[in-house]
């Protein structure tokens, strides 16, 4: 458990150097510190894997899609959609990792119904930003992956875990502020509510190896 606290402070370290520098508009920092955090967050899941089975290889799999997005995000040419092909992928091992009941009935089927409300709300509100940035195109990629990420965090939901639910759901409200400063108001410092959520997000879901 040393470990794990070592690399958690080195994680809390990196995650508020790269909040400092959305701040300070420093984006020259962000190609290390941004990418440095997910690498830590990275170490960190390889150190649980061990004794964490198929779980902890489908989770290391998902965090490597996902900082391969982080990086395709960040730099200077659009590439957005292949960073969004990148997350789908990651979610998608995600869903094939978290364990439970797939069942609709009681609980399970009004969160369902939650997300899917919320999601499609959601992209409702996003439409119109989405086909003027992209085309209509774009409209069906976005929605792909709103169903991805909804269909994460219901499964999240599924396993009973708290750390997998918080961290899920950091990480759809973390997406939602991306999303919303995209495609309906642009805001240089939406940056620290994506990353503070995402990173928060990651590591809960990364921690949940250890429990």
């Known amino acids: 458990m040393l470990l794990v606290w070592l690399v958690s402070v080195g994680i809390l370290a ?5 909040l400092a520098a959305i701040w300070w508009d420093r984006p020259t920092w962000r190609y290390v510190l941004k990418p440095g ?3 830590l967050i990275i170490l960190l899941a390889v150190s649980g894997l061990p004794e964490a089975g198929p779980y ?3 989770l290391l799999a998902g965090l490597l899609f996902s900082i391969a997005g982080d990086i395709l995000l960040m730099l200077p040419s659009d590439r957005f ?3 969004l092909l990148s997350f789908f992928i990651a979610h998608l091992l995600y869903i094939a990792a978290f364990r439970g009941p797939l069942s609709l009935g ?3 089927g009004l969160v369902a119904l939650g997300l899917g409300v919320a999601g499609f709300s959601y992209f409702w509100l996003l439409k119109r930003g989405v086909v003027e940035q992209g085309g209509k195109g774009l409209l069906l990629p976005v929605l792909a992956y709103v169903i991805v990420i909804s269909v994460m965090v219901w499964r999240a939901f599924g396993t ?3 750390l997998l639910i918080a961290g899920a759901l950091l990480f759809y409200l973390s997406d939602a502020i991306l999303a919303g400063a995209r495609f309906i108001r642009p805001h240089r410092l939406a940056d620290l509510g994506v990353m503070s959520t995402y990173f928060a997000a990651q590591y809960l879901i990364t921690l949940s190896l250890f429990g």
């Open 106 to 108: 009681g609980g399970s």
């Open 37 to 39: 955090t997910m690498v």
């Open 56 to 58: 902890g290889w489908l």
């Open 160 to 162: 009973g875990q708290p």
């Open 14 to 18: 990196l995650a508020l150097l790269d």
């Open 81 to 83: 959609l292949p960073g």
